[in-house]
């Protein structure tokens, strides 16, 4: 079943005015957001950023994780070229859900890692798709990106579906004492690229 646009409107932010797309997927019921600056039909690359749900880190000012300070430097980004794309995906706790999450984390506080966590839970490392960015994207216009993240897993995604990825932008943000550990898992098992890459690089915010 596919992912349909349903409506759009302003969304001002301390960043930007943004205007925000809503969309829903048909198959799984979730709702997902995107916001987007300017104009894309030069057809040159788009700066965008393929944000998962994280509630805790997003809204809750959590510091596990550096969502919600990704979140926060990509806007900013976007803003400051007055071009670019954000996917808002529900896809919390890399796809398991936020109650899952939680439990999830309740492992780690014992000592387990992130990998570690979802599989005592029964779960892969990282459950989503990304297959829904597509018709998000095409409504859009944008068939070619500038990818802020440091997972290669998104860039591949991307570029399987037929999505150009012309450049991808590391963003290095968030980190502080309680997310040493997690980032390093990410970086040591989910192939993560948290080096001190400069090309192009997002300011820390
Ligand atoms: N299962 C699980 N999910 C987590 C944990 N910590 C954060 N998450 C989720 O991980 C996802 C992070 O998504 P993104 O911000 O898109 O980041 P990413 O895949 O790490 O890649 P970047 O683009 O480099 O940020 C969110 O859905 C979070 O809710 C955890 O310990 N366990
Ligand atoms: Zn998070």
């Known amino acids: 079943m596919p992912?349909?646009?349903?409506?759009?409107?302003?969304?001002?932010t301390p960043f930007a005015q943004f205007t925000m797309h809503g969309f829903l997927d048909?198959?799984?019921?979730?709702?997902?957001?995107?916001?987007?600056l300017g104009d894309f039909a030069d057809g040159a690359p788009v700066l965008g950023r393929l944000h998962s749900?994280?509630?805790?880190?997003?809204?809750?000012?959590?510091?596990?994780?550096?969502?919600?300070s990704q979140l926060e430097a990509a806007l900013r980004a976007i803003a400051r070229e007055g071009r670019g794309v954000l996917l808002y995906l529900?896809?919390?706790?890399?796809?398991?859900?936020?109650?899952?999450?939680?439990?999830?984390?309740?492992?780690q506080d014992g000592g387990a890692d992130t990998v570690e966590a979802n599989e005592r839970l029964g779960f892969a490392?990282?459950?989503?798709?990304?297959?829904?960015?597509?018709?998000?994207?095409?409504?859009?216009?944008?068939?070619?990106?500038?990818?802020?993240?440091?997972?290669?897993?998104?860039?591949?995604?991307?570029?399987?579906?037929?999505?150009?990825?012309?450049?991808?932008?590391?963003?290095?943000t968030g980190h502080n004492p309680h997310n040493k550990l997690y980032l390093a898992t990410?970086?040591?098992?989910?192939?993560?690229m948290m080096g001190n890459e400069h090309q192009g690089e997002v300011d820390r915010a």
């Open 3 to 12: 992912v349909v646009f349903v409506a759009a409107s302003k969304l001002p």
């Open 26 to 36: 048909e198959a799984t019921g979730r709702e997902h957001v995107v916001l987007s």
């Open 53 to 68: 749900e994280c509630l805790t880190g997003d809204a809750l000012f959590s510091q596990r994780c550096d969502c919600g």
């Open 90 to 107: 529900r896809q919390e706790g890399r796809g398991i859900g936020l109650l899952n999450k939680i439990r999830a984390y309740e492992l």
């Open 125 to 172: 490392a990282d459950l989503r798709d990304y297959s829904i960015c597509l018709p998000m994207l095409e409504h859009l216009g944008v068939k070619a990106l500038r990818l802020m993240t440091n997972n290669p897993r998104k860039v591949k995604a991307m570029t399987d579906m037929g999505i150009v990825v012309a450049e991808r932008v590391p963003l290095h």
């Open 186 to 192: 990410k970086a040591s098992k989910l192939d993560h």
